[in-house]
């Protein structure tokens, strides 16, 4: 999200002091297994040198992302479950893009030692409660842990297809329906509001100022902190015959652009369903809600709704976006880059 600084790790929230550096690596992890939720395709779990899941469709969907403090998170605006929550959605979501079902993850954590042990903890209560709210039957199977100077959390996921072709990005086709399941903008806002408000005269990001703007605007600031991906809708696309999909994780105008690119096409989005804020539902980003295509003959799935169409472009310009039929840039979030024309 940035690259400034951050805040130094919270004290823990129970009057335990204890700090990885304290434990063992096999007494941290006493600690953390049995808050974490079992996978019910786990046919060996944690404690030997690698999980086994079982692949009832003999292919398993696979993803991985990485959040490291400084670049994806602060520790004054997030919890230690806000993160494990983000961790497991983020995954999640991705899964669920492909047309799969959710089934396990493995998680890797690497942070300083002088981290108090309460805040794995919270990790794995935040992974825990995600896994159960949005992915029933999901669980982790296994990970590692780590020392860094920066807390840092990566997740892999994998997925059933349950006899299901896989959803691509490469599958839209001219006169395709353009359609979105989830919210857009309101993680984009979020973020505005805690790089403005949610930080101290000099810009350094502050606690009491971020709990206080999760009471005054929590719709948007839980987007940003804690997303609520609709993973069940993956699946539904894939058998209403989404003939194209992803995760809206970077911004709706730069994911859509990677289908156009893709599927060889142009995508038009129609304004009037891009809601009052256009730009930030273009660039904002982070929504994680599920971007599909459709055949203009078939009916939209529950909790899809339209906006907008694919069109035929010349090879020149796959990959276009407009909306209304004006070229519209493609900003939003890249790793290397920042904010690219980003809500604002």
Known sequence: MTTAADAPLPPPHSAATETLADLSEGAVLARI???????????????DDAAVISAPDGRL??????????????????????????AAATNLSDVAAMGARPTALVVAIAAPPSTPVSVLEGLADGLRDCCEALAPGCGVVGGD???????????????????????????ARPGDIVAL?????????????LFRLGVDCNGVPDLARANALKLTHPTEVAAQLTPVPPIASGPIAALGGATAMLDVSDGLAID??????????????????????IEVALGGGEDHGLLATFAP???????????????????????????????????G???????DGAAG
């Not at 859509?256 to 804020?277: H, M, N, P, T």
């Not at 979030?333 to 904010?339: E, F, K, L, M, Q």
């Open 61 to 86: 969907v696979v993803t991985t992302d990485m959040m490291i403090q400084g670049p994806d998170f602060r520790l004054a605006w997030s919890s230690p479950h806000d993160l494990g929550w983000k």
């Open 297 to 331: 003959d078939r009916v939209l799935p529950p909790d899809f709704r339209r906006l907008g169409m694919v069109v035929a472009v010349s090879a020149s310009n796959w990959g276009a976006i407009t909306v209304d039929g004006v070229p519209h840039d493609q900003g």
């Open 256 to 277: 859509a652009g990677r289908i156009a690119r893709a599927s060889g096409v142009g995508i038009d989005f129609e304004s009037s369903c891009l809601g009052e804020r």
């Open 145 to 171: 842990l780590s020392a860094s100077d920066a807390l840092t959390l990566v997740v892999t996921a994998f997925g059933d297809l349950e006899g299901r072709a896989p959803v691509l990005r490469s599958g």
């Open 333 to 339: 979030w890249d790793p290397y880059r920042g904010w």
């Open 33 to 47: 297994f049995p808050r974490l939720p079992t996978a019910s395709a786990q046919l060996l779990g944690p404690g």
């Open 181 to 193: 399941s989830g919210r857009l903008g309101d993680a984009g806002i979020g973020l505005e509001l």
